[in-house]
């Protein structure tokens, strides 16, 4: 396994002076906004990336009312200050199975499915001029799919990038965003290779990997016997010079594994993923491990509490009820530094949307946390004793699940 890269990302056109650190992450929406925060409550939490990744099931159908407002996406939407990332799917959700084809994929909505050929997908780029915006791709591939159909799923994808370039080239819109080619190729070598070869070889200012499973959901790619050498391979053929984005693999040990491997941007689903659950992020980033969160588990174990464990606290489970301590002690952020664990129990029991504001608040301040941790462990040298930390704490969960 690798030893990871620190890097800068830096963009062209109006963003010039932006550069971004790698690895990082970028901030998960929905239907363009923080799940469950406003633009005021995003200010409390701090860390908050700078890229927000926006997907387009949800937005594609309101590309006209976005094209006559006439600035794009970052102003329509409240994330004034944040680069735009447009993405194809929800990163958080699972994508029905078997509706691409030769000449578009389908992406879902509120108002149901939308088929996007290459000409309508620039036309809903050109309205939502996007700093970056993830190629066209056919990526309903997963372990299990036949070889004949990841020749397909790369060539589709292949097809739809020299469309798209074809008509981003005299778009006077769209000069200022970065086009990201997507890999793809299930989980054949073979493939895989081809499509990050073929794809290098074209104009594009960074790579998506994708199309290890149908949809995004919270599989564990690297349980996968071979995936790490998969990846490794697939990243092998892709230039060192441009930004390789993955937002599939999405516990802290996954980054940081992926991350091992040569990939520098993520998603952050994760946390809303939980939150959903009613589950919040209690994992301990200090190298050597040292905050009170180091002891949570050990408390944890100590009274038997289940619903502790080295990553997640389910703040469902009724051990919470008369539990007033904050859900991480030691953690900074607005939800731990004014409610009790029994507290937010309660608010999920009513099912009180306040139990959901907290959790993002808390997961999104752990998760950006987080990348800061990882990114200075590399600085630190200490990339090896982070890892085997939450290897440490990862076992620990699965005990209590067992
Ligand atoms: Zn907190």
């Known amino acids: 396994m690798g030893s990871g890269r620190l890097g800068h990302i830096r963009l062209p056109g109006r963003h010039e002076s932006s550069v971004i650190e790698t ?4 901030l998960f929406t929905k239907v363009g906004s923080a799940p469950y925060l406003g633009v005021e409550m995003l200010k ?11 997907s387009l099931g949800g937005l594609a159908p309101h590309h006209e009312n976005v094209r006559e407002f006439g600035k794009g996406l970052g102003e329509f939407t ?21 509706k691409n084809d030769r000449n578009g994929v389908a992406v879902w909505g509120k108002g149901g499915k939308l088929k996007l050929d290459p000409s309508l997908y620039v036309k809903v780029q050109e309205a939502f001029r996007p700093d970056w915006f993830q190629a066209l791709s056919d990526g309903d591939t997963d372990r299990g799919t036949a070889k004949k159909r990841l020749i397909k799923s790369v060539n589709n994808t292949l097809d739809f990038l020299d469309r798209t370039l074809e008509l981003t080239q005299e778009s006077e819109v769209l000069k200022d965003s970065s086009l990201i080619g997507v890999i793809e190729g299930g989980f054949d070598e073979e493939e895989r290779q081809r499509s990050a070869k073929e794809t290098s ?4 200012h960074g790579f998506l990997i994708e199309g290890f499973e149908k949809g995004h959901s919270a599989v564990d790619l690297f349980s996968v016997e071979n995936f790490s050498t998969l990846l490794s391979k697939t990243v092998g053929c892709l230039p060192e010079d441009k930004p390789r984005i993955m937002e599939t693999v999405w516990s802290p040990l996954q980054v940081l594994q992926a991350f091992k491997l040569g990939i520098d941007v993520f998603s952050s689903a994760y946390p809303y993923v939980l939150a959903e659950k009613g589950q919040a992020m209690v994992a301990d980033y200090t190298i050597p491990r040292q905050s009170p969160s ?4 050990k408390e944890g174990l100590a ?13 469902k489970n009724k051990s919470n009820f008369e539990d007033f301590r904050p859900v991480l002690p030691g953690c900074k952020c607005y939800c ?3 409610f009790t664990r029994s507290y937010i129990h309660h608010l999920l029991n009513t099912s009180e949307l306040l139990a959901y504001v907290l959790l993002m608040i808390h997961n999104f301040h752990q998760y950006f946390e987080f990348f800061s941790c990882l ?4 600085k630190e040298g200490t990339l090896d004793e982070l890892q085997a930390s939450l290897e440490i704490q990862n076992n620990v969960r699965s005990v209590h699940e067992t």
């Open 23 to 26: 690895p990082m992450c970028t």
């Open 44 to 54: 409390r939490i701090s860390n908050v990336p700078e890229i927000a990744a926006m």
């Open 78 to 98: 409240a994330i004034k200050s944040s680069l735009i990332f447009t993405t194809l799917h929800d990163a958080s959700a699972a994508v029905t199975s078997g």
């Open 201 to 204: 070889a074209r104009p594009v």
């Open 294 to 297: 180091a002891k949570l588990e």
């Open 303 to 315: 009274d038997g509490c289940l619903s502790c464990s080295g990553f997640i606290i389910d703040l």
């Open 336 to 338: 731990c530094a004014n």
């Open 375 to 378: 990114r200075k462990s590399v």
